[in-house]
């Protein structure tokens, strides 16, 4: 099983990114897919996620800013991320979940300058 995910970069504030993760080794139409994010010294943060049934979840400080998709059919997530702030700086991980299944991506990195 490997997620991989991609997208991540330098961009200034107010700027927009879209990361994506692919999936391989699962049937990730089943999977409670996710998007994570982890800043120095703080503890990892649920960002986004998305069920089978595409039924999304956001944490607040990304409510109309991000927006989680899925394709099943090409085993792909993404995050698209518009509006960036500063404090959206982190690693960025995908994540996929079944039952007591969880899988990660190594983690893409974004970093926004204000």
């Known amino acids: 099983v490997q997620l991989q995910a991609s997208g991540g970069g330098f961009v200034q504030a107010g700027g927009s990114l879209r990361l994506s993760c692919t999936a391989s080794g699962i049937i990730s139409g089943v999977y409670l897919m996710a998007w994570y994010r982890r800043t120095p010294g703080k503890e990892r943060e649920l960002v986004a996620s998305?069920?089978?049934?595409?039924?999304?979840t956001y944490t607040d400080s990304v409510k109309g800013r991000f927006t989680i998709s899925r394709d099943n059919e090409k085993h792909m997530l993404y995050l698209q991320m518009n509006s960036l702030k500063s404090e959206d700086t982190a690693v960025y991980y995908c994540?996929?979940?079944?039952?007591?299944?969880?899988?990660w991506g190594q983690g893409t990195l974004v970093t926004v300058s204000s």
């Open positions: 994540n996929a979940a079944l039952n007591s299944a969880t899988y």
């Open positions: 998305i069920s089978p049934r595409r039924i999304t």
